[in-house]
């Protein structure tokens, strides 16, 4: 079965303090995976993906096959971070986007 | 970037009628469209995939009947919401998948189209 979770609805944290949203996967092939973020009032946009190793806004994720799991982290977060993020499963064959319940990231000045 | 644009975002229409929602691709050409509906601080679930030329599929539990899409070009796909009721009442989202597959890692979004059904 394809299954996204990401277990925190809301995360709270302080500017400046590092930030960790979760992400775990259950995929039988090999998994491509993504963050979105949606911020207030806005579309849904991407924000990375594994297969570029990259960092967008200071944000990083790693896919770690042996523990399914596609965190997002920040060491820093700023207040401007505050939007609900989402971690999406890309099914290879179809193509169709595999969305996690998303978290909230509120991030207090 | 690439631009999904939506229509309308916003309606409100009376129950028992027809509302149709357009997607269009404004600088790309998408073979594939997704349409997704979200509910008040929840994910977005997939109705159904929007393919150019053919049949849409649809998920499990999905109406066919009910969520009529069409997909006549490779820059617009429309989903109509027929007899609608009240608990049609959502946030309804569509993606599209670029052409070539070059791109097509990505899915881009259109805003959202808030549908009330009084």
């Known amino acids: 079965a394809q299954r996204v979770t990401q277990p925190e609805k809301l995360l709270s944290v302080f500017k400046g303090a590092p930030v960790e949203l979760k992400c775990n996967y259950s995929?039988?092939?090999?998994?491509?995976l993504f963050w979105y973020v949606q911020y207030s009032r806005q579309r849904l946009q991407l924000l990375l993906r594994?297969?570029s190793r990259e960092s967008i806004k200071g944000f990083t994720a790693d896919l770690n096959k042996g523990e399914t799991s596609f965190h997002l982290k920040k060491p820093f977060a700023q207040e401007e971070d505050s939007a609900m993020y989402y971690c999406a499963l890309k099914n290879s064959n179809t193509g169709k986007l595999i969305f996690g319940q998303g978290t909230t990231l509120q991030v207090k000045p | 970037g690439a631009v999904v644009s939506q229509h309308p975002s916003r309606v409100i229409c009376k129950s028992g009628t027809s509302v149709k929602i357009e997607c269009r691709s404004l600088?790309?050409?998408?073979?594939?469209m997704f349409w997704y509906r979200q509910f008040p601080k929840q994910s977005l679930m997939l109705m159904a995939t929007?393919?150019?030329?053919?049949?849409?599929?649809?998920e499990q539990g999905v109406e066919k009947d009910k969520f009529l899409i069409n997909h006549a070009s490779l820059t617009l796909s429309t989903l109509t919401v027929t007899s609608a009721h009240p608990e049609d009442s959502s946030f309804y989202i569509c993606s599209a998948r670029p052409t070539p597959l070059l791109r097509a890692a990505e899915a881009f979004f259109g805003q959202g189209t808030r549908l009330t059904v009084v």
């Open positions: 995929y039988s092939g090999s998994p491509e």
């Open positions: 929007s393919n150019e030329g053919s049949k849409a599929t649809y």
């Open positions: 600088d790309f050409q998408a073979t594939t």
């Open positions: 594994h297969i």
